[in-house]
């Protein structure tokens, strides 16, 4: 979504009280149209975000650190230039429009004092940063708007700024009547976008469904007054008295922020915040770190669902290679009755009529009919002794491709539950390693410390309990961190967490069997189902054979015990 005019000027008041006065201390520009502040304020350093991005257009303060490229825009050298050192004389918004001015006190490059103003238009695809010199004219901008894409306006260096076209009228300028009369005859909702400056069409449904029982079509010329009166008063409302709020939808996805909670939305998935610029930051945040989690996610499982596919079809031809030793002892047994009744046969016969000495049973032997008895017989031999032989290659080469499979397989499923982008650098380091993806042009894989960030869960009994979020950790936790006397547990046959149960030496207690094993069970690919069976251990009797891959063990003398995921319990034992 776009910020409104209403959030912003929220956003602006904030901003305006805490940064008038700031020093400029640096500016940095990690993207084409983004630019970072680092400014110094009374109560300590901060950054102020500011973007002309044609889909996220804002302006806020910021926790989040984004890197800047090797190469500087020349923008931003150009802001370096004139603003570096320059201190924020005030933060002003075009009414209830979309456009907001910093006024800066600095030095031009003769360091003669200057005044300039750094606007920031959010207008969409349309979005624009314009440094405007104390004589009303453009110094230069982050986009370039020539008379080729808009005869209207020109933003262009020397061309005299203007503000962009206003043709809404500003709510909070004026008296109720002539807000009355700017909505007269409207439709409804969004009539109230068309009128009014700083409403968006999620605040106009929500202004309508506050005050209408059903929102008709056109406003009522007899309720047009007290309509008017109910929005000022909500808009007077929301900046005396702002509850900004971020709305998720299930998934956990920020879909909207608002400055009051908006009653459309279920308060279940609401997350409020104590500024503004907090819930614009965290909205923001939140949503460009799901995004690149995503998109990072969709092209690791591209990989593991190419090379899933190769692997099992290489398992399927060696499994139709085993069966096919079946025909074995049918060809043995052509072989033998050939041998048994060679004085009986002759060169040019297709087929032989033989008895079964071992069933009784009279039945047809193909014969090769270029060839002796004895040379058919010598072949079906040399087709026994070929098929056992592809039988013991295709057997070793089948247990490698399952191993594989399973390795692949977890893999996967790491990389389907991966809710931090460190998960998923794992699955791709781990992909880069064994060959199955190579390195784009200049990029790094760093591998983080195994043991960083394990899940940690409190037992009921006051034991600890460790799960691992990849297949290094669990390698790392049941190989390296877990005693002999702990335990290890793990799903049955299928891709998961390993997790460990700390007893300190102690007895196994039958309530930590069951929290553990539902842990395991509730973090595997199974967890959907009703029940899944766990295997669990004491981890002496847990090793890794020798060349296996990360994550994978074999283990001996354990229990198995049969529960159902749960996650509500998993979160509730789980330490944050």
């Known amino acids: 979504m776009t910020l409104d005019g209403l959030t912003l000027c929220a956003l602006t008041r904030e901003l305006s009280a805490l940064l008038t006065g700031a020093k400029i201390e640096k500016i940095n520009m990690p993207q084409k149209d983004e630019i970072i502040l680092l400014l110094h304020t009374r109560e300590g350093k901060k950054r102020l975000l500011l973007s002309a991005s044609g889909s996220d257009p804002r302006l806020h303060l910021t926790d989040q650190q984004k890197p800047n490229p090797d190469k500087a825009f020349n923008f931003c050298m150009f802001l370096r230039k004139y603003l570096s050192g320059g201190r924020v004389e005030g933060i002003d918004q075009a009414g209830l429009e979309r456009v907001i001015c910093m006024h800066i006190a600095a030095k031009d490059e003769m360091g003669i004092p200057c005044r300039y103003a750094l606007y920031i238009e959010i207008m969409g695809k349309y979005s624009n940063i314009i440094l405007v010199h104390e004589n009303g004219k453009v110094m230069d901008s982050i986009k370039h708007i020539s008379v ?75 309720q047009t007054q007290e309509f008017a009166e109910f929005v000022r008063a909500y808009l007077e409302q929301a900046l005396a008295h702002p509850a900004p709020c971020v709305q998720k939808n299930m998934a956990g996805v920020p879909v909207f922020l608002s400055l009051l909670p908006y009653a459309a939305y279920s308060e279940q998935n609401r997350q409020s915040f104590a500024t503004a610029n907090e819930a614009v930051d965290y909205y923001y945040a939140r949503r460009d770190f799901l995004q690149k989690l995503e998109q990072s996610r969709a092209g690791v499982m591209r990989v593991l669902k190419k ?72 072949k079906y031999f040399k087709k026994v002794t070929k098929l056992k032989n592809g039988v013991a290659i295709a057997e070793k080469q089948a247990a490698q491709y399952e191993q594989e499979l399973e390795y692949l397989r977890e893999l996967e499923y790491t990389a389907e539950c991966a809710q931090e982008l460190e998960d998923l650098q794992e699955v791709r380091s781990e992909l880069v390693r064994y060959g199955y993806l190579d390195l784009a042009p200049r990029e790094k894989i760093t591998r983080s410390d195994p043991l960083e960030k394990p899940m940690e869960f409190l037992l009921s009994s006051g034991n600890k309990a460790l799960a691992g979020r990849n297949s290094r950790q669990n390698d790392a936790l049941t190989l390296h961190v877990a005693e002999d006397t702990d335990y290890w547990f793990h799903a049955k046959n299928q891709p998961g967490s390993h997790v460990i149960l700390f007893t300190g030496g102690g007895e196994l207690l039958d309530e930590d069997v069951i929290e553990a094993a539902t842990i395991a069970a509730t973090y595997c690919r199974g967890s959907k189902a009703g029940k899944v069976e766990i295997d669990y251990a004491p981890r002496k009797n847990v090793w890794k054979a020798n060349g296996a891959r990360p994550g994978m063990v074999n283990y001996d003398h354990y229990w198995s015990i049969l529960v159902s995921p749960d996650a509500a319990l998993a979160e509730r034992l789980r330490r944050q």
Request: a negative charge; aromatic letters at 8%.
């Open 307 to 378: 090379n899933i596919a190769r692997v099992e079809k290489k398992l399927k031809i060696q499994w139709e290679t085993i069966q096919a030793a079946e025909r074995t002892e049918k060809f043995r047994l052509y072989g033998e009755l050939i041998s048994a009744n060679i004085y009986q046969l002759r060169r040019g016969m297709a087929k032989a009529e033989l008895v079964n000495y071992y069933t009784g049973e009279t039945i047809s032997v193909p014969l090769d009919v270029s060839l002796s008895p004895s040379a058919n017989a010598t």
């Open 148 to 222: 080729d894409t808009s005869s209207k306006r020109q933003v262009l260096p020397g061309v005299r700024y203007e503000l962009p076209p206003m043709d809404k009228f500003n709510p909070l300028a004026a008296d109720t009547r002539e807000i009355a009369a700017a909505l007269s005859g409207k439709n409804l909702p969004y009539g109230l976008v068309e009128a009014l400056e700083g409403i968006s069409p999620q605040t106009a449904e929500e202004l309508c469904a506050r005050f209408f029982a059903e929102t008709p079509a056109l406003l009522p010329q007899e």
